[in-house]
């Protein structure tokens, strides 16, 4: 099976991580990066374009007519490809009720307490939708699922390589044909993002 041209804005370091994670899987073709120069080590799959006219899927890239996108909001083809679409993957994979996720801010002190693995340790978080977040300064982040029992799964890593990774995992769910958000195909995005090189931590192991 031909594997998928993927054109990338790659002008942030989220998107730049998901290009590296990309062009390790055999099931991209090519890489179109808009926006910097290809790095020498990333080789010639991944070349300097001006246009993604074209291109099998986009990312950052606003989309022409009828082509396909993916992305971390709620917009695109595949949707939801970030920390907070991955969180909600893991809620319905394990049947898990309550999600958190770590966001960039001041510590808030008091409210509900979430177990993250460490280094993150236990932190406060403040209700926000249906994902508690959690206020870090830290370089990492975490993103976790529980019942506030007995079990929780979680992943915790520097911040742009699981942003990165959660949005490479999206294209890759897109290249296997699914479409909508991530979270609905759980079980296969959790797949991809393993690919990618995210751990999960789960406490019923």
Known sequence: MPGIRVAVDATTPVRLRAVSSLLADGRIERIGVMGTKPPVSWGDRAV?????????VVVGIEPAPGQPSV???????????????LTRALARRFGLTTMAATSVGRPVHGGPRFGFPQPLGWLHGEPAD????????????????TDQNSRSVAIVDVRDFLDGCALAAGVLLF??????PVWASADRYLEEVAVVGLVLADTAD
């Open 48 to 56: 300097a374009i001006g246009s993604a006219d074209g291109w099998d």
């Open 175 to 180: 290249a296997g044909g699914a479409t909508g």
């Open 71 to 85: 992305s971390v909001g709620e917009e695109g083809t595949v949707s939801g490809a970030g920390p907070s679409g």
């Open 130 to 145: 249906d994902i508690h977040q959690c206020p870090i300064t830290s370089r990492l982040a975490g993103i976790l699922a």
